[in-house]
């Protein structure tokens, strides 16, 4: 009982002199002591908070916090540190890292716990703000830099680029053109640092060793309005590049076959119509249909159905160019643009589709029928085209029946 006593008076003292925001709670959350610099943290005074509940220190909604605690320190699981929050008495919320620690009783069960709070304190608390700056671009994917008049760098700092292993400060006195590994005033990035030491703000896109980033170059300008310089910023934009680049190409995309869509082959053939006007070159349409694709579905199932349409979709993938369009047109139709392509190789490009699927041993044996139109031969616009492809098309669909085409 003395060694208790003694242990009281001792943690009593040490409660009063110390500059640490200490204190104790019993089981139920009722604070038992205070110190001066539990005073100072948290703004109430002891004879304020002894006797009252520590739940005056947790903010509003935190509640559930609060049950949480007590009950593992009636269990003796309780967090010994965390980093938490408390509210102030001027309301204020405190962001501090707790430790604690078990007062136990002469049978050694827990009686009470000791709570010590210090002010959870940033990394970036004691260094100047250029030094935050630095640090915190360095963790991002971006670079920040400014220029002299002779495009000389004068300050850097951030990621570096793509393939460029120059450390922050580094750069000093280097020129941009070093920096981007370019000469000609021109070419992009350097023409837009030019453009920005004649007032001009401009924002674009580079790419850079399979990166791309966003370039952001500023007139850099004196108190007085005097244009000393640039100001240059760049964030890396890969990934979000390649996702708007999956969208699309969805959005543009058969999702059964890989081609391209009805909209996309239309948006394109319009365009490339718009082109030939200008160049007067060639180009021509393949409009394709399958034999019996309902045949196949009645008598295959639809399984059998949708891999009939994509070996279709592999053979046009092969027999065309890298430079042609291939496309699913709607349903078991089917779309090709010959760029730069006369009545000859169009003709030629149908025929070779026609025997890759002839000749291919997996079953069932398909077989295609095809619709050409050439520009400006067949129409000078794009509906022209379609309508004469497609007469076409019908017409060799007539023929196939008549030679009786037919599924095995």
Sequence with gaps: ???????????????????????????????????????????????????????????????PVYAGLLQAAISGEFPHCENTERRHKDGTILRLNVRRNPIRNDRGEIAEILETGTPFSSPLSNTSDAEQLNQLAEQLPLILWTTDLDLKIIHHCGAALPGVKWKPGELAGRSVQEYLKCQDHYTTPLAQHYEALQGTSVRFEYKRNNRVLELHVEPWRSRSGEI???????????????????????????????????????????????????????????????????????????????????????????????????????????????????????????????????????????SVSIGVSVYPDNGRAAHELLEAADRELYQSKRNSRARGVSVR
């Excluded at 030939?276 to 008598?299: G, M, Q, Y």
């Excluded at 979709?313 to 643009?337: H, I, W």
């Design 228 to 366: 000393i310089g640039c100001i240059g910023a760049g964030l890396d934009i890969t990934e979000r590049k390649k996702g708007e680049e999956k969208i699309r190409h969805q959005a543009t995309h058969d999702a059964l076959t890989g081609l391209a869509n009805y909209r996309e082959f239309v948006d394109t053939l319009e365009r490339e119509v718009r082109r030939s006007e200008r160049s007067n070159r060639s180009f021509a349409v393949l409009l394709l249909d399958l034999d019996e694709l309902k045949l196949i579905n009645d008598r295959f199932g639809h399984l059998a159905g949708n891999r009939a349409l994509k070996r279709l979709s592999d053979v046009m993938k092969e027999q065309c160019r890298a430079t042609d369009l291939a496309a699913r047109y709607g349903g078991d139709e089917f779309a090709v643009l010959l760029i730069d392509s006369d009545p000859g190789m169009a003709r030629h490009i149908a025929s070779r589709v026609q025997t890759a699927l002839k000749n291919s041993t997996e079953q069932p044996a398909l």
């Design 1 to 63: 009982m003395q060694e208790q006593i003694r242990a009281e008076r001792l943690l009593a003292a040490i409660l009063s002199s110390s500059d640490e925001a200490l204190l104790t709670f019993a089981l139920d959350g009722t604070v038992q002591s205070w110190s001066c610099g539990a005073e100072k943290l948290y703004g109430y005074g002891a004879a304020e908070m002894k006797g009252q509940p520590l739940a005056q220190l947790f903010r509003a909604g935190h509640q």
